[in-house]
């Protein structure tokens, strides 16, 4: 007897079947497919991402041990690790990308009201990074690094608010990070923050004139000219705020217009820091409380390598690692999802946790993830005549 849907099932509930349909049409993803299309090869890999399932033949034994539950999970085609290899080996990686996108977006919809501590700007603060995943080259040969190693890297833009990536770009180890600026379209009135690998004047200039605010740390070996100063407060940590010019030979030419140049002591640390910036009407303060909330990215890229399966892959292919990081995306998106619209307290890490042990269970989510114990509770029948109305 099936008394209602299980927890994975549930999860998979709140994806939107009908905007992945389209993405499986656009790229032809069930062309010539009999018994085991794109939504199968989604649930499997979903699961696996869940569950921390470590290889193929780990998904086809656990998810055929429960043969008589896969029908209500949503999975309709045959699971075995052949069907499972060819599909991310010939499925098309965009398919699950622009899914990824879609999703992207009705996350940073839930999010937008959200505001940071100490923190009350107008425009979108985003943070750029990226992180490198290392590959064994003899088998991933295409993911070219260094003379015996492989890796990937994922350039990464991440919405501070609530921690939604917006933009991913996969690419091999040789790819500089500088380069994603070329691909960045800059959105009027955004903050930008990005580490000292992505100083190139000329990149920045063009970021500028696209009226996208950046905060960078600033080289050690930077030649600048002073113009003016603004007084600052030292006791929060501010040693200087000024508009500086560039006199390098080609830092001059590739940005000839005024920057600013903020050096803020961080006393818990006892480091200094020095920012480049763009924006003239913050204060000095708020620059650098805006490169502070930078290191969300990289709590990101160690969240979803400590706990989702990104480190590790089902197929050597560009394609299968692609499709594998994509759908680990889409999974922590959703959770974020999940997270936002049950209005759940507790930590994406918490509720991944939870969920993991409790897939093939019968219990519905709020309850699962409130830790609210529903069958202690008594509940009076209605329909039960009271003798005595005391």
Not at 220 to 227: A, T
Request: charged share 25%.
């Amino acid at each position: 007897m099936n008394e209602g849907k299980t927890v994975f099932s549930q999860i998979m509930s709140f994806f939107p079947k009908y905007e992945f349909d389209k993405k499986v049409i656009k790229y032809k993803g069930n062309y010539k497919v009999r018994n085991f299309n794109c939504w199968d090869q989604f649930l499997c890999m979903g699961f696996a991402q869940l569950t921390y399932r470590s290889s193929l033949r780990d998904i086809e034994a656990c998810l055929n041990a429960q043969p008589y539950k896969l029908y209500h999970m949503g999975i309709r085609g045959n699971i075995s690790r052949t069907n499972l290899a060819n599909a991310n080996q010939t499925r098309d990686w965009k398919i699950y990308a622009e899914f990824a996108q879609y999703l992207i977006s009705t996350a940073r919809n839930l999010y937008q009201n959200d505001k940071l501590e100490e923190l009350d700007l107008d425009g979108v603060i985003y943070a750029l990074d990226s992180t490198t995943i290392d590959l064994c080259l003899s088998l991933f040969p295409w993911a070219k690094f260094r003379k015996r190693k492989g890796a990937i890297k994922l350039h990464t833009l991440l919405d501070i608010r609530g921690s939604i990536p917006t933009f991913i770009e996969i690419t091999d180890g040789l790819v500089h990070d500088v380069n994603i600026l070329d691909v960045l379209v800059p959105e009027p009135g955004s903050y930008y923050i990005m580490d000292r690998a992505y100083i190139d004047y000329k990149r920045l200039y063009r970021l500028n004139k696209g009226l996208g605010y950046f905060i960078i740390r600033a080289k050690k070996n930077l030649k600048f000219k002073r113009l003016y100063s603004n007084k600052v407060d030292k006791s929060k940590g501010l040693r200087c705020d000024q508009t500086v010019k560039l006199m390098g030979y080609y830092q001059k030419k590739d940005y000839s217009e005024t920057i600013r140049r903020v050096k803020f002591y961080d006393e818990e640390n006892k480091k200094t820091f020095v920012f480049l910036t763009n924006n003239f009407e913050i204060s000095a303060m708020t620059v650098a409380l805006l490169y502070k909330n930078r290191w969300k990215i990289e709590l990101f890229f160690k969240w979803i390598k400590q706990h989702l399966k990104i480190k590790s892959f089902y197929g050597t292919s560009a394609n299968a690692v692609k499709t594998q990081i994509w759908v680990s995306i889409c999974v922590y998106i959703m959770i974020a999802i999940i997270k936002k619209t049950m209005k759940i307290e507790m930590s994406l890490y918490k509720i991944l946790q939870i969920l993991s042990v409790s897939v093939f269970e019968k219990v519905p989510i709020l309850q699962l993830l409130t830790e609210y114990n529903y069958r202690t509770e008594r509940h009076s029948d209605p329909n039960q005549l009271i003798l005595f109305d005391l």
